[in-house]
C-alpha cells in the first residue's frame, strides 16, 4: 500500500509569496512575507523595498505561530485575550508566538503542512495578503508519494 503524506514545495512557497506581493502591490503596502514548511523552518521569504525593519521577524513568527497552532494567528488573538483560554500563549516558544492576524495555516486534509505570514501593513491588510497568497494552493497542492 503507498503512504501518502502532504507536502509544501519550495517552488509552492514561491508562488504563494508572488501572489501576495502582488496582492501588497494592489494596497500599496510593503511587507515581508515569510512561508514556511511544517518543520517550522522557512522555505521561501521576500522583504519588499520599503519594507520596514521589525515586519521581517513578525512574518516569519506570524508563520511558526500559525504551523505549530494549525491556526490563523487572527483566530489566536481572540483566544488569547484575558480571560480566554489561551490567555498568555504569546509568551510560549521564547516569546516567538504572535497573537495578531497575518499569520494563516496552509493545510492539508485538516493537517497544517506549513504557513504564510505577512507583516508590514495594517492587520486587515496583512490578513488580505496572506489569505491571498495561501489561496494561490487551491489547484497546486498534491500529496507527494513516499
Do not use: W
Not at 18 to 41: L, M
Not at 44 to 64: M, P, W, Y
Not at 86 to 108: E, T
Amino acid at each position: 500500500m503507498i503512504s501518502l503524506k502532504p507536502t509544501l514545495s519550495a517552488a509552492q512557497a514561491r508562488e504563494m509569496i508572488e501572489t501576495s506581493k502582488s496582492k501588497a502591490t494592489a494596497f500599496n503596502v510593503q511587507c515581508s512575507i515569510a512561508v514556511i514548511g511544517p518543520d517550522g523552518y522557512l522555505l521561501a521569504f521576500e522583504r519588499q523595498a520599503g519594507a520596514i525593519t521589525g515586519s521581517v521577524e513578525l512574518a516569519i513568527n506570524k508563520a511558526f505561530t500559525a504551523q505549530i497552532f494549525n491556526n490563523g494567528t487572527d483566530r489566536l488573538s481572540v483566544l488569547a485575550q484575558p480571560g480566554a483560554e489561551l490567555f498568555g500563549i504569546q509568551h510560549s516558544y521564547n516569546g516567538r508566538v504572535v497573537v495578531f492576524g497575518g499569520g494563516i495555516p496552509i493545510q492539508f486534509s485538516g493537517q497544517a503542512i506549513g504557513a504564510i505570514g505577512v507583516s508590514g501593513g495594517t492587520v486587515a491588510e496583512d490578513v488580505a495578503i496572506a489569505e491571498a497568497g495561501a489561496g494561490t494552493l487551491v489547484d497546486l497542492l498534491v500529496p507527494a508519494r513516499s
